[in-house]
């Protein structure tokens, strides 16, 4: 699961995946074009099938091969390593092969061909996102016995002095050069591995303690309420003295327990039970009830579709997160004041509405979100936005921009790991018309 910047093991560089990972699409969408349409063009050229059999029989192969390793990444698992060595080199040896039978051919053009295939391959190897040592050599072993073989096919061919040493030294030239090259962007690749994996380490560090700094100041301030309210216990005389010393120790310890139940939702550890519900009839009855609840100068508006797909979710806490949600929206809106100093009348407007999400789509300020069906449930409010320097730490733990005792800073948090935990996402923004977004996907079965 993902989760905000700087928690532990949220949202830091990740552990780089140990095996291959697959190229990008576009990458391989252009690539296998690219071989396409020089089979086709070859084969026209040379009035042979050959060439088309052998972009097809590339595709298909590397086209495998590729899908094997999204498959296993989105499993979470790593490829064995007999079947990453195997599918590599089944793509390389079909792709060799071409280059070969083009530089054989007694004709310029078919020669500088397959001179461009192999410089082809040389970028291609080079701009690997990924650098495994094994994969390096094959590379280098690769492109450097194809390039000596083409220029042992030439000194065959021109036996005088002076091209046999312009040929054998483009050939030293060329292939340390190439592997020395090599070398240089694998040791790179492992030098950057291992900065980010310091620099994670030192993210969750700083993260744990803020983290275990922040509850320890919150809880202690709770223990003392309890503490002191208990204390006074046995020194009051007056029942109703007694009883209003108890009824503040027992709030003390429903705010423990709400501080307990924020934490545990946020990291993912909640004991969720989801039910269906209605989802029409739930949010009318939300924005009804909170209604009531907010300031005067601040109204609650209802977006809803017209019937709405049921949901199967855990009721309690999506009340609760979406009661954080408002509160935290009319407070940015109370803050605002006009030249009197009076406060200035805002909205928030609470939207539900299945959507269908694409792939393509991105949450940057917040957690992911897979492609797939959901209801959308989205609070914009009147406020002033939330600052530019801010907006990548909002979803934060205890990370808050409110006076001291106006708020925990979990609200956004707990909202996150809501989302995440029932298989959906948050995204927070600024929409361009002004205020804040946040919106809530919470992920629609098949059953319904």
Known sequence: MKTPNNAPGKNGPALRYRGLLPSHSYEVVHRFALILLAGITIGWATASYLPLLWSALYIIVNGAYQASLVRNRATKGVLPLWRRIVGLLSGTSIYIAMIIYLWLHENFVLQFAATSGLIGYGLHSLARPQKI???????????????????????????????????????????????????????RSQAIEVAEQRLMRNREMEAVGRLTGAFAHDFNNILTAMRGNLDLYDEVTDPVEKHRIMQEAQAATARAANLTQQLLTYSGKAILRPQHIATGAFVTDFVAMMGRNLPEEIALRLEVSDNPPPLKVDVQTLEMVLTNLVRNAADAIVEQCDIDGRPIAGEITLSCAPMAMPASRAAPAASEIRAGNYLRLALLDTGPGIPADVLPHICEPFYTTKPLGRGSGLGLAMAQGFAEQSGGALRVSNPSEGGALVELFLPLTRAE
Do not use: E, H
Not at 141 to 163: C, E, H, K, N, R
């Open 133 to 187: 040592l094994w994969v390096t050599i094959v590379d280098s072993l690769a492109i450097a016995s194809i390039y000596i073989f083409m220029v042992l096919t030439l000194i065959i061919t021109y036996q005088d002095g002076p091209t046999l040493a312009v040929l054998v030294a483009c050939l030293f030239s060329v292939v340390t050069y190439f592997i020395t090259s090599q070398w240089r962007a694998y040791k």
